[in-house]
């Protein structure tokens, strides 16, 4: 078997989460927080879509982390979303964390926003 090295772009993976935050690069973020292509930033929550609208050019799909347990996205959340183009995929927090390393290790343009859990 052959392993290779996987190489990040500037959007690094989630190395660890707990109650209120979230390991990214090694260093704890508090929550809720979004993982971009350019990196780690500040999310509002389901109120705020810019950021990931404004990343259209550079994300086919965002991950969204509802925290402990699964929740739905609001109607107007996903619709903005969809409507710049960008597919939206909820889940829990854990396991939108391990999706996203998974798909970014793949080179896919995925980023994901997290609540916490």
Known sequence: M?????QYTNAL?????GPGFFRIG????????????AGPANWAGFEETAP???AREEIDVLL?????????????F??????AGI?????ASPQACRTFNVLLGEGRRV???????
């Open 111 to 117: 980023a994901v926003a997290l609540l916490p859990v």
């Open 26 to 37: 090694g260093e704890a973020r508090e929550a809720p927080l979004a993982i971009l292509p």
């Open 2 to 6: 052959r392993l290779n090295e996987v």
């Open 87 to 91: 597919g939206v995929e909820v889940m």
């Open 13 to 17: 993976p989630v190395d660890g989460y």
């Open 78 to 83: 996903r619709e903005a979303l969809e409507a």
């Open 52 to 54: 990931f609208v404004e």
């Open 64 to 76: 969204v982390g509802t925290g402990a347990e699964m929740a739905h996205a609001p109607a107007s």
